[in-house]
């Protein structure tokens, strides 16, 4: 089944054009079906490419997928037109009285900021606490999830002394888990950031580290707690993005290393390879599943469940 998106979206020639099934929202509508409801919340700077690639991995899975494309109210885009964002996007006050199977809460480039002199910070708050009545399983990336974890925990995030900046392999620790079907013992898996969470940090919040390494910490992690799943690195990523990143900062003259295990002999001059593709393809299509075997058929349940992934919902 395939994605449903509006037909003028950058995303839906470009998926198009992949192989991806992409399918309009009029056209959609025209269906005796109820999709998955998926969310959005965008606080990447390049909003096109950003939507374009998890669009990619959540529209490969066999449903119907209706993806809702949100934004901070007040915050204003610099790096994507006006135009696009009133198109496309919902401010998160417009949509906060509806329910969702799924969000996705993306990464954001203020690593160095305390969470709290963020602009948008009290109304990322009250996204986070919307969560637990209004969506079913929520799914952080980088800071995004640094951001849901210190708000639900406390878990504090940690800087780093140099960029974690390359290709680095994370062991499969969970390999029962729902989420990780058909993963490799080892996968590959990009990474930028300067900070980190703490593996003891976060096992003693409750949650568990799915993926992880020595080198790189926590990659994916669960809070059941809160129905989240939060991943630190990057499977979203297309085969350019750590190239374009690491161009970027030679061209400013910003200190960078070359991505490690990225480039084949490490050697810049020569095009990267993509060896994550597979691995992201299969956590977001485990993610969609595991939602559709446990999110209510009435949406209008979601939030009136004390709904365990994997498990019966009780009442509350």
Not at 10 to 25: I, Q, R
Not at 54 to 68: C, D, H, K, N, Y
């Amino acid at each position: 089944m395939p994605i449903t998106l509006p037909r003028d979206l950058p995303a839906y020639d470009v998926l198009g054009s992949e192989g991806v099934m992409v399918m309009s929202d009029r056209a959609a509508s025209r269906q005796d079906i109820r999709p998955m409801r998926i969310g959005l919340l965008n606080l990447m700077p390049m909003k096109i490419a950003t939507e374009t690639q998890f669009a990619r991995l959540i529209g490969a899975t066999p449903l119907q997928v209706e993806l809702t494309l949100i934004r901070m109210t007040e915050h204003q885009s610099k790096h994507t037109s006006p135009a696009h964002m009133e198109n496309f996007y919902r401010a998160f006050q417009d949509v906060k009285h509806q329910k969702f199977d799924g969000l996705i809460v993306t990464g954001s480039p203020i690593e160095h900021l305390p969470f709290e002199e963020v602009t948008y910070w009290d109304e990322l708050c009250e996204v986070m606490d919307w969560t637990q009545t209004n969506v079913h399983s929520t799914f952080g990336v980088c800071w995004g999830a640094m951001a849901m974890a210190w708000h639900f925990h406390g878990v504090q995030k940690h800087i780093l002394e140099r960029k974690l900046f390359g290709c680095f392999r994370v062991t499969n620790e969970a390999p029962a888990s729902p989420y990780l079907r058909g993963f490799s013992d080892e996968c590959l898996v990009p990474v930028s950031r300067w900070t980190e969470l703490k593996r003891d940090e976060v096992e003693a919040a409750g949650m568990d580290v799915l993926l992880g390494s020595e080198e790189t910490g926590p990659c994916l992690i669960e809070d059941r707690a809160k129905r989240c799943v939060h991943i630190f690195n990057h499977f979203e990523y297309d085969t350019d993005t750590l190239r374009r990143e690491y161009e970027r900062d030679v061209a400013a003259g910003t200190p960078i290393n070359v991505p490690g295990n990225y480039y084949p002999d490490d050697d810049p001059t020569r095009p990267p390879q993509n060896r994550w593709r597979s691995h992201g393809h299969l956590l977001y299509g485990n993610w969609i599943n595991e939602i559709y075997q446990t999110t209510p058929f009435d949406t209008a349940l979601i939030g009136t469940h004390r709904q365990v992934l994997g498990a019966d919902p009780e009442p509350l």
